[in-house]
Each structure stands twice: as C-alpha cells, then as structure tokens.
C-alpha cells in the first residue's frame, strides 16, 4: 500500500487484533505450539478487559485445554455455578419454567470476562507474546495483489477539524505473515474485509443483540453465591427476542443485564429502559434496593449463528471467536466457543506455516461448527413470536437439530418498520426507582472516555436523510436504540434541507457497543476507532 508520509513499521509472524477470549487464546496457543513465532496482539483499550462486557458463565473445558492448572490460579471473580432458575415473567409476577437443556450449568463458572481476559494477558506474555493495549488498528494493510499483510495503528493527536494538536504521534505499520481479527462482534476491519472480499456471499446477513448489563454491590446476605436466573416475557412484547441474566457473584455482588434482539420492528423500542424495567420487576428490585451500580455498559451480541458464519479466510488473514460468530444463542454463551475457534487457528496456522488458506474447511468441519448446527434455527424462530419461538426451541431440542430445514436470517437493520406501519404496542411499564435515572446517569457508571476534540468516530454519510426521511419514515430510532444517548435531534435554524433540525452526535458517550452501526435502517452510520485508549473503562463486567 503506497502512503503520503514514511511510517515507522514494525514486523512480526502474526498480529491479533482485540484482546479479548479469543484473540489472548490464539496467540498463546501459537507460543505454546511454536515458541520461535513472533507474535504481537494489539488492544484498542486502555488496559486488558476494559472493554469486554459478557454475562458471563462459561464453560471451562476449552480453557482446561488451553491452561491445564488454570483451576490452581483461577482469574479473580471465578464462582463455579449452582442454582438454574428459568421464569417467564408477567408485570406482577415470575411463574418457573423447565430450564431448557442448553441452560444447565452444573459445572461451568460465573466469571467477569474483562477480569478474566486481564488474567490471560500476564499468561500470553509470559510465554513472550507482545501485548499493547491502547493502540486502535485504524486499517488493514494490503501488498500489490490485495492480500493483507499488517495493519496500521491510528494517528494520536489529531484534532476534529483534522489539523494535527501539539502531541500529534504518528501511527505505526504493524506489518505481519498473516492478521487474526479477533475484534468481536461487529469489528470495524472485519466488516470492511467481508465486503471486499465477499467473505459473506454464500451465508445470511450477520445477526445481533444488544446486551446492557450492570454490576451492584449489595448486603451479602441477599445473595446466593452460583446462582443463576434468566427470564423471558416481560417486558418485552411477544414479537421482540429479549431476555435476562442475573448471576450471582461472590462478595455481595450481582451481575445483571437485559438482552434484546436488534432484528426487532417496533420503530419506538426502547433497549436500555426495557433493561430498567426489568430491574424494578418485584422479583428483582427487592435484590437491589439499597444497593450501588459498580459498572455498567452495553455491547452488541452476534447472534446470527451456523447460517450466517462468513468465510473465515481471506488471503493473509483470519476470522475468531464473535468476529466471525460463533456464538451459542440458546446457551446463552461464546467464550468457550471463541477460545475453541481460537486454538483452532493457532493450530492450522502452525501446521500449514502461517498459511491462512485452509482454515475455512477446518473450522467449519470442527466441534465449533458441530455445536452451531444443532442449535441453528432455535433464534431464527423467535422471529415469528415468542410462543412460535418457544415450540420451535423444544422441537429443535428434542431433534438435536436434526430437522431437514435451516431457517433464514435476515439483516437487523432491515427489520425495522416505519411508523406509519406499525402501531407500537402498550409497554404497561412500571414507575422506575432504581438508579440509574436516565441513559446520561448511566454513561457515568460505564466510565466512558474521550477527547472530545478528536475526529468524530461515528461516521453518519448523509446527515440530510436523518432530519428528512428518518424522521418522517421511522421517528430517528437511533435517539432511542442508542444505550448512551449519542444521538440527538436538535433544533437549528441552519439545519440541513431548511428542516430547522440537525442531528446532533455526542461520540463522547459512546461505549462501543455498535449498535448504531447495525440498527439504522438507512445503513448510513459507520462506527469507527477513535483515538487508541479511547472508550469505557468498566470494572469487571
């Protein structure tokens, strides 16, 4: 790739982009398969883990393979699991359901995953795999025929009008044999890479959730120490996928979150104070009442399973873990799956001498793919209403998949109805008392950061067409499916098409969740990196 200014580059065997499950598991599988390999794993986050929300129970066994004696040292929130408890829930109540099969726990861990990839990081370097958390890949680097050969790191100090500020540092090359993207769900590269190298032309659209999830202190007698419960209904309407966690920890804390199908159509629809809702259930709120929010966040759950996994090779590069989606919907789980798919690529890679070619095939015929076949269409069904979804779950279960069908996926975005089509449903929500009050109140518990003055990094191509068209067609539901309050309509008298409006962008809010990216139903919004160490900074979610 030809550049206007001489970059300092740096060279290894392979690059990792994202320290995540599957970007820490690849690179210390390399080393422990071939300690000679140089390999460098960059993290857009200030420090390991803070970016990195999940539930998250995981399942251990991929781990036991990766780090045999993990168990004599475990990460530092690790509370094997106890209690299942499965409800269906009402306004006024919570009635017990069956707890699906997929849903067992017995053996598994409760763990923070950001504290768990903190926990990971020391491993992967100890075995002399170079970390640099706080460095964003702005792009991928490409040779003369195309195929990627590095990335490059974004520029440091540049200012929002472009000029560059006092402390300007230039990005680096990071140039290598072959890349592994393991950015989870909806990467910024890996969304360029699909559509230029078609990595998607023989699957469905990607499929998302968006999680929002929030960690409370409280007086430790209120919690039971493994126990896990998840519920369906309310406050959700029948034709919206959406559904909670509530894992109790060690130490008096709780782990909570509402998890919401973005391929839902009410225009209106609210993600983060259905999640508030939720909270204040009477079965809930009496867990939380005097307590205090820890952290919280949100981030986009990939969710479109078996039909929509892409093409996980390209020419010098690679596709992991939630970047390429390999995501157990009904178990609710994709760490097990991201280090799998992880350890997976770090073995083709060594055996095949750092050729991406190939991988493809292997992890397709792989125990990862195995376990997305069987489950494939349990998500796609809940498209047609919880009470469809909940048949075809228990069919689909009892025929371990076997079924000579797959259900299709559709793009989220183009879910969505227009207003004058759709006749937005009663929410019968309740009056909220738990912190917090509002989605801004929220931001601060995520302890989100940015230089205000950097380049906006949420890239909205056609400014026009939010106070024109998606204000008549849809009512701007990025003001509302946004979990941070990024979006907003405001009024001025210089806005565009002599509207009087302008859509105003606070990126500062933004905690990376990219749910703007994939729900506009315009697909005019492009999330990109901002400025390297930019971003929340939660605290073990």
């Known amino acids: 790739m030809t550049t206007e200014i001489e970059r300092d580059v740096m060279e290894y065997d392979v690059v990792v982009v994202g320290a995540g499950p599957a970007g820490l598991a690849c690179a210390i599988r390399l080393k422990q398969l071939s300690p000679d390999t140089t390999v460098c794993v960059i993290e857009k986050a ?50 017990k359901l069956i707890v ?42 490409h040779d003369e025929d195309g195929r990627v050969n590095g990335v490059r790191i974004g520029d440091m100090g540049v200012a929002k009008d472009g000029t560059h500020k006092p402390g300007f540092t230039q990005g680096i090359d990071i ?28 699957s469905d659209p990607q499929g998302y959730s968006i999680g929002i999830k929030e960690l409370w202190q409280v007086p430790e007698e209120r919690t039971t ?61 009496g867990l939380l009442e005097g307590g205090t929010i820890v952290s919280a966040g949100a981030r986009a759950i990939v969710t479109g399973g078996y039909q929509s996994l892409p093409k996980v090779e390209m020419p010098g590069a690679l596709l992991i873990g939630d970047t390429a989606g390999t995501l157990n919907v009904p178990k609710i789980k994709g760490t097990h799956q991201a280090i799998r798919s992880a350890m997976h690529a770090a073995e083709h890679l060594v055996a095949s001498q750092l050729s991406s070619a190939g991988f493809d095939a292997k992890l397709r015929g ?94 909205v191509h056609d400014p026009t067409v939010c106070v024109t068209r998606c204000a008549a067609e849809y009512d701007n539901p990025c003001t509302r499916f946004c979990p941070a309050g990024v979006y907003e309509i405001v009024d001025d008298p210089d806005g565009p098409a002599n509207t009087g409006k302008r859509l105003q962008i606070n990126a500062a ?33």
């Open 100 to 141: 699906p099969p997929q849903m067992h726990n017995k053996g598994n861990f409760i763990v923070s995953l950001g504290a768990l990839c903190a926990w990971l990081a020391p491993q992967a370097e100890a075995l002399g795999v170079e970390i640099y958390p706080g460095f964003s890949a702005s792009e991928t680097l």
């Open 46 to 95: 200030s420090t390991i883990g803070a970016h990195i929300l999940s539930g998250a129970v995981i399942e251990p066994q991929p781990l036991d393979a990766l780090l045999p004696g993990w168990r004599d040292n475990p990460p530092p929130i690790c509370v094997p699991a106890g209690e299942d408890e499965f409800l269906f829930m009402t306004k006024t109540g919570a009635h």
């Open 175 to 202: 140039r290598a044999k072959v890349t592994v993207l393991a950015e989870g769900a909806r990467g910024h590269l890996t969304k360029r890479l699909v559509k230029r190298f078609g990595l998607d032309a023989d």
């Open 366 to 459: 792989s125990d990862v793919m195995a376990e997305l076949r069987k489950v494939r269409n349990i998500k796609p069904g809940f498209k047609k209403g919880l009470w469809f979804g909940l048949f075809n779950a228990a069919w689909e279960t009892v025929t371990m998949g076997l079924s000579p069908w797959t259900l299709k996926n559709k793009a989220d975005w183009s879910a969505t109805a227009k207003v004058s089509e759709h006749e937005t449903p009663k929410r019968d929500y309740l009056q909220r008392e738990l912190a917090p009050r509002d989605r801004l109140a929220g931001v601060y518990f995520a302890a989100t950061e940015h230089d205000e003055d950097q380049p906006v990094h949420l890239v």
């Open 509 to 541: 809010n933004c905690v990376h969740c990219k749910t703007c990216d994939i729900k506009d139903p315009y697909e005019i919004i492009t999330w990109v990196t901002p400025e390297g160490g930019s971003g929340p900074n939660y605290q073990n979610l």
């Open 225 to 285: 120490p493994g126990k896990i419960v998840h519920t369906l209904g309310w406050p959700a309407s029948n034709d919206i996928y959406g559904g909670s966690f509530l894992y109790h920890l060690d130490k008096g804390r709780i782990a909570l979150g509402y998890i919401s199908g973005l391929d839902y159509k009410d225009p209106e629809y609210r993600p983060w104070e259905a999640f508030q809702q939720w909270k204040n259930h009477p079965s809930v709120k």
